[in-house]
């Protein structure tokens, strides 16, 4: 069955950095675009980033353009987010997306950016 699972969140200081990383399984994932999105409590999930199969391409909301870096390692079935100046309103849930025949998520991994 398809898993998604994230992992690397934590707590750190305003300008901190973390990297998160999701893997995957159940599927052929480097046949797949993935996503990283974050859920903040009280808010609406929001899109962060989003990655080309082959990882050639990759996009990014304008919250986190340039402090935040997708990446994917097809060989490992891992996708990742590198986290860089990190800043209090970047404190959210961070979940792993994949649309394959349907949606799938991952359960999320906690970042709190705070002093």
């Known amino acids: 069955q398809v898993q998604l699972v994230e992992s690397g969140g934590g707590w750190v200081q305003p300008g901190g950095s973390l990297r998160l990383s999701c893997a995957a399984s159940?599927?052929?994932?480097?046949?797949?675009?993935m996503r990283w999105y974050r859920q903040a409590p009280g808010k609406q999930r929001e899109w962060v980033a989003s990655?080309?199969?082959?990882?050639?391409?990759?996009n990014y909301a304008d919250s986190v353009k340039g402090r935040f870096t997708i990446s994917r390692d097809n060989a490992k079935n891992t996708m990742y987010l590198q986290m860089n100046s990190l800043k209090p309103e970047d404190t959210a849930v961070y979940l792993c997306?994949?649309?394959?025949?349907?949606?799938?998520w991952g359960q999320g991994t906690q970042v709190t950016v705070s002093s």
């Open positions: 997306f994949a649309r394959l025949y349907r949606d799938y």
């Open positions: 159940g599927f052929t994932f480097g046949n797949y675009a």
């Open positions: 990655i080309s199969s082959t990882g050639d391409t990759s």
